[in-house]
């Protein structure tokens, strides 16, 4: 009776979190291959990928210009019942509508399991398909020989790793990251940032681990202050919050959460004064318009204290749409004339599935589709390499024999055994579990928000949070070397196949990669030969 008690007391001590850190029931587990824990194993894995795969890959185009957006938590039903309802809102059936990325003709699926959970977090899935590596739970930009929370080996050189955007600056090209979250949340933090907790966005959260902030340094300021991140040339999202001192309120009314007393929004300019580089802090989006017409070269927009807001709940006059913050991002990065690379994250589909708010996650992935299709617009096709994924999937499920042209965020035509309703889309767990009553499911029709945006689907599971799925997400791609992402594959692939198709990283080159050099030392010879014609006849 007691081990029970105490069961029930693990069980909501852990679940009471977003992304619970400790499994509530050991086992006696196989160990974890510890080559695991060196980048090395996973640079190899993908090599070996890429090895595999280039033999059917006749391409001989290169990628100048790469665009890596990722829907969180935009699992394969997801997608499923996102067409579906793009298609219903359209007046049609639904079911035969297409998102626009789905016609990509590169389409694979990915493993999105972490060094040490099955069922992965978005920070050591950011580390897989920003770095190329697999690694810890909570952790990012640091290999699986990292422990969460351990500092100290965080610091260690050999366990951080790089991601693709220091490999594009390395190679000269310019770097973005567009975010619908805080710029400093898990996700986009993979681009930059090497961190033991993916909470330690400021000071105050190292402190509160026991850890010190000027030896682990926060997400934040290392975003401001610290390499790749200060390279940036635009970084559009939300998390004023922190940025900024506990004592100051923002723009909109958000308190800060730093405790140094750092002004991290300053700072920020005041470093490109300092390098003389012209530069533009915005917070809402008739600022972020008016920057449309000749964009800085730096560009900072910080559009919530938090989060942004749902599509559907935003005020448009303050908060851009993930479309327009990667309208001007593109712009900004076609300036180089030697390419770029662009972070795009669709953050809130995760963050409503985690509430059960099915209908909010289907239309922030129709607004991601928005973004993808006008990178298309923005970019051609034999030069610029668009890759669309997920992080990690989610525990929706489309459900039922429902017949054709249901609406599909609506109860299914179907009842369970007691003859009570169900929805066509509804959750394994979360916090849209009702109390049965005599055993008997709720009518959920009778709910007094039922068909409002913030209803929660049905749940079987009672948890505070949904929880992500440990299933597969897909992969497509359009552009140089798009048929290398078909197939499945480890997440940690997905970096090193951009990198490959745009000549830059560590690893294997497309053969293509020296043929643009040819070119480029031939179009040299051509200029010489010419000058010596031009001096001497
Ligand atoms: C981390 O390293 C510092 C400096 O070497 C040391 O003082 C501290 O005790 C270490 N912390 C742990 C938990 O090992
Ligand atoms: C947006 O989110 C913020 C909190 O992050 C909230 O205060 C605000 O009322 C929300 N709604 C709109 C329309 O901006
Ligand atoms: C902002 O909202 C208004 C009213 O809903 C709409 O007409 C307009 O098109 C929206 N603008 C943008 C940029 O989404
Ligand atoms: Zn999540």
């Known amino acids: 009776m007691w081990a029970n008690v105490l069961y029930l007391f693990l069980v909501f001590a852990f679940t009471t979190a977003r992304h619970p850190e400790v499994s509530t029931v050991r086992q006696n587990l196989p160990d974890i291959n510890p080559a695991e824990f060196k980048s090395e194993y996973w640079y190899n894995e993908a090599k070996a990928g890429i090895e595999k795969r280039r033999r059917s890959d006749p391409d001989q185009n290169v990628a100048k210009n790469l665009v890596l957006f990722m829907g969180d938590g935009m699992s394969v ?28 003709l590169g389409v694979g699926l990915v493993k999105t399991y972490c060094v040490n959970h099955q069922i992965a977090d978005s920070a050591c899935t950011a580390t897989a398909y920003l770095c190329g590596v697999k690694n810890n739970y909570g952790t990012t930009g640091v290999t699986a020989a990292v422990a969460r929370r351990d500092c100290n080996a965080s610091l260690v050189e050999a366990n951080r790793v790089q991601s693709i955007a220091e490999w594009a600056l390395a190679d000269g090209r310019d770097v973005g990251i567009v975010t619908t979250t805080r710029v400093t949340h898990a996700s986009p933090s993979g681009t930059y940032a090497k961190s033991a907790d993916r909470h330690w966005e400021n000071d105050a959260e190292v402190l509160s681990d026991s850890q010190d902030p000027e030896r682990c340094i ?27 001192p506990e004592s100051m309120i923002d723009e909109e009314g958000t308190p800060g959460r730093r405790t140094d007393g750092r002004n991290l929004i300053n700072d920020w300019q005041q470093d490109k004064i300092d390098r003389k580089l012209s530069h533009a802090y915005v917070w809402n989006a008739e600022q972020l318009r008016s920057q449309f017409e000749s964009p800085p070269e730096y560009l900072l927009g910080l ?39 662009l972070f795009v994250e669709g953050g809130r589909i995760d963050h409503a599935h ?11 992935t129709l607004e991601f589709e928005k973004a993808v299709k006008k990178a298309t617009e923005l970019l051609p096709e034999d030069n610029s390499l668009i890759v669309v994924t997920a992080d990690h999937s989610h525990v929706i499920a489309f459900n039922g024999y429902t017949v054709r042209g249901t609406p599909i965020v609506g109860i299914s035509d179907e009842i369970d055994s007691d003859r009570m309703r169900f929805m066509t889309l509804s959750y394994t767990n979360g916090p849209g579990a009702r109390k049965q009553v005599d055993g008997i499911r709720d009518d959920i029709r009778e709910d007094s928000d039922f068909g409002q945006l913030r209803w929660r ?28 992402f078909t ?21 294997l080159q497309a053969e293509g990669c020296n043929g643009a050099n040819t070119v480029h030392v031939t179009a040299i010879l051509i200029v010489i030969t010419t000058a010596v014609k031009i001096l001497f006849l």
């Open 218 to 244: 926060d997400v934040a300021r290392q975003l401001v202050y610290m390499n790749p991140g200060k390279q940036f040339k635009v970084i559009l999202g939300g998390g004023r919050r922190e940025f900024i």
């Open 487 to 507: 197939g499945l594959y480890e997440q940690s692939q997905i970096p090193h196949l951009m990198a490959y198709a745009a000549c830059i990283g560590p690893g």
């Open 457 to 484: 689907s049905h749940a079987d599971v009672p948890l505070v949070d949904e929880t992500h799925g440990g299933d597969d997400v897909a992969v497509f791609a359009r552009g140089p070397h798009y048929r290398l």
């Open 354 to 364: 985690h509430d059960n708010y099915v209908h909010l996650a289907l239309d922030e």
């Open 77 to 104: 039903p997801t997608l499923a019942a996102a067409r579906t309802l793009k298609g219903q809102l359209a007046g049609n059936t639904g079911e035969e509508e297409e998102l626009f990325f789905e016609g990509f």
């Open 303 to 341: 559009f919530e204290g938090t989060h942004m807001n749902y599509t559907l709940e935003a005020n448009n006059d303050t908060e851009p749409t993930l479309e327009e913050m990667t309208e001007l991002a593109i712009r900004m990065l076609s300036r180089n004339k030697k390419g770029f690379f």
